[in-house]
């Protein structure tokens, strides 16, 4: 008899997503009554802004509920490649762009058109959770390449040469990052572009958190803009859901070269076809019109992201580095001898306060605090925790 439960394919040897699930564990004690603070949040605690409703709801009045083109509606399309190049400096037209269901499709369809069998994917630690499951789902080879605090959290590009071999086909960059929220700097970028373009290995760069930086010495840089080498390189990964806080509508999209986007629309095809239509409508509203609401947001961000840093920085044995952008804080925690699954479960147990443990995001000894809360929820989190590690 088959053991039916012996998937052989790569994906069905996926692992659940850890960030959500021990955010659903958070939910549930609360559901259940429990006074637990989540520091766990992926996305904006704010409302989707009306005027983005507002044109999904009349898309949505006037019949827009039938398919669209695969890659989505053509407008959408132009408008996203505008976008490109009014805020990245990215030089692209609509035939390169594919919006999809979300960004992490985006990061999907890209790497599973992409890669396959004897490649190699480099992924600077610490990354975001889903990168490996995907370079896993595809059944290529990942190849991590450790960062430092102390710079910055970016990749060295002489670490990055080293770990070069004749298979690798991709590099991942995530600028803004998630979870350590530091954002590289133009000449990190400059000497990794070099390091691709010597090598000939393609880069995706997920700039889904772009529009959430707040220091005006580092400001968010599309590596793709640096020049037309690269460029031909590069597939930028970007979406609604972060900075116009759209998580629900599942809106992502993405700029590669034309030879690349073909493949990646032929499987988003075969797979989810088109993005919700009424949603695209709210998408386009957001590209035209959200400036306004889009900064009102990263302004709360910026303020709360100065009050975390501090009171996380004065917690005895516990350090940070300052975050430019997202809405992460990453803490050291090693000073206390415990990992970082058994810190957070002892975190939650005795004190209430739901943090992401660091080893999903291949960085043991640490954790990620969100601060999409309330300053209150910062607050009360920041004095639990500094509670628990005097109990250590
Ligand atoms: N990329 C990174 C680094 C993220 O943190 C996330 C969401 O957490 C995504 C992509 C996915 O965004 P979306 O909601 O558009 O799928």
Same mark, same amino acid.
């Given at each position: 008899?088959?053991?039916? +439960?012996?998937?052989?394919? #790569?994906?069905?040897?996926?692992?659940? !997503?850890?960030?959500?699930?021990? &955010?659903?564990?958070?939910?549930?004690?609360?559901?259940?009554?429990?006074?637990?603070?989540?520091?766990?949040?992926?996305?904006?605690?704010? @409302?989707?802004?009306?005027?983005?409703?507002?044109? *999904? %709801?009349?898309?949505?009045?006037?019949?827009?509920? *039938?398919?669209?083109?695969?890659?989505?509606?053509? /407008?959408? $399309?132009?408008?996203?490649?505008?976008?490109?190049?009014?805020?990245?400096? =990215?030089? &692209?037209?609509?035939?390169?762009?594919?919006?999809?269901?979300?960004?992490?499709? +985006?990061?999907?369809?890209?790497?599973? *058109?992409?890669?396959?069998?004897?490649?190699?994917?480099?992924?600077?630690?610490?990354?975001?959770?889903?990168?490996?499951? =995907?370079?896993?789902?595809?059944?290529?080879?990942?190849?991590?390449?450790?960062?430092?605090? /102390?710079?910055?959290?970016?990749?060295?590009?002489? @670490?990055? /040469?080293?770990?070069?071999?004749?298979?690798?086909?991709?590099? =991942?960059?995530?600028?803004?990052?998630?979870?350590?929220?530091?954002?590289?700097?133009?000449?990190?970028?400059? *000497?990794?572009?070099?390091?691709?373009?010597?090598?000939?290995?393609?880069?995706?760069?997920?700039?889904?958190?772009?529009?959430?930086?707040?220091?005006?010495?580092?400001?968010?840089?599309?590596?793709? +803009?640096?020049?037309?080498?690269?460029?031909?390189? &590069?597939?930028?990964?970007?979406?609604? !859901?972060?900075?116009?806080?759209?998580?629900?509508?599942?809106?992502?999209?993405?700029?590669?070269?034309?030879?690349?986007?073909?493949?990646?629309?032929?499987?988003?095809?075969?797979?989810?076809?088109?993005?919700?239509?009424?949603?695209?409508?709210?998408?386009?509203?957001?590209?035209?019109?959200?400036?306004?609401?889009?900064?009102?947001?990263?302004?709360?961000?910026?303020?709360?992201?100065?009050? %975390?840093?501090?009171?996380?920085?004065?917690?005895?044995?516990?350090?940070?580095?300052?975050?430019?952008?997202? #809405?992460?804080?990453?803490? @050291?925690?090693?000073?206390?001898?415990?990992?970082?699954?058994?810190?957070?479960?002892?975190?939650?147990? /005795?004190?209430?306060?739901?943090?992401?443990?660091?080893?999903?995001?291949?960085?043991?000894?640490?954790?990620?605090?969100?601060?999409?809360?309330?300053?209150?929820?910062?607050?009360?989190?920041?004095? $639990?925790?500094?509670?628990?590690?005097?109990?250590?």
């Amino acid at each position: 008899m088959h053991n039916l +439960s012996d998937t052989k394919g #790569f994906m069905g040897g996926l692992h659940p !997503s850890a960030t959500l699930s021990i &955010t659903s564990k958070a939910k549930a004690m609360k559901a259940e009554g429990i006074d637990v603070i989540s520091m766990c949040a992926g996305e904006p605690d704010f @409302d989707t802004p009306q005027i983005i409703k507002d044109a *999904a %709801i009349e898309a949505l009045q006037t019949g827009k509920t *039938a398919y669209t083109p695969a890659s989505g509606m053509p /407008e959408l $399309r132009k408008a996203v490649a505008e976008k490109f190049k009014k805020d990245n400096g =990215i030089d &692209t037209a609509m035939a390169n762009v594919i919006v999809a269901p979300g960004a992490k499709f +985006s990061v999907f369809t890209a790497i599973a *058109a992409l890669c396959g069998p004897g490649d190699e994917v480099i992924m600077p630690a610490p990354y975001w959770v889903s990168y490996p499951e =995907i370079i896993q789902a595809a059944g290529a080879k990942m190849v991590v390449v450790q960062t430092r605090a /102390e710079n910055n959290f970016e990749i060295d590009p002489v @670490d990055l /040469e080293a770990a070069v071999t004749p298979n690798t086909r991709l590099l =991942i960059l995530n600028s803004p990052s998630n979870p350590t929220g530091s954002v590289y700097s133009k000449e990190s970028l400059e *000497a990794i572009a070099a390091v691709a373009v010597k090598h000939n290995f393609m880069v995706l760069s997920d700039e889904i958190y772009e529009k959430l930086v707040y220091d005006a010495d580092q400001p968010h840089v599309s590596i793709a +803009s640096l020049n037309p080498e690269i460029a031909d390189l &590069t597939i930028t990964v970007n979406g609604l !859901s972060k900075a116009y806080a759209m998580t629900g509508w599942r809106l992502g999209y993405l700029t590669a070269p034309e030879w690349l986007a073909k493949k990646i629309a032929a499987l988003q095809s075969h797979t989810t076809s088109n993005p919700t239509t009424f949603a695209q409508y709210g998408a386009l509203k957001a590209l035209e019109a959200a400036d306004d609401e889009v900064e009102k947001m990263r302004q709360a961000f910026s303020r709360r992201r100065d009050l %975390i840093f501090d009171l996380i920085n004065a917690i005895d044995g516990v350090s940070a580095p300052r975050p430019s952008g997202a #809405f992460y804080i990453f803490c @050291d925690i090693s000073s206390f001898g415990l990992n970082s699954d058994d810190f957070c479960a002892k975190l939650l147990e /005795e004190k209430l306060v739901a943090a992401i443990p660091g080893a999903p995001f291949g960085a043991d000894g640490w954790i990620r605090m969100s601060y999409a809360c309330s300053d209150e929820n910062i607050c009360e989190a920041c004095k $639990r925790l500094s509670d628990f590690c005097a109990s250590l």
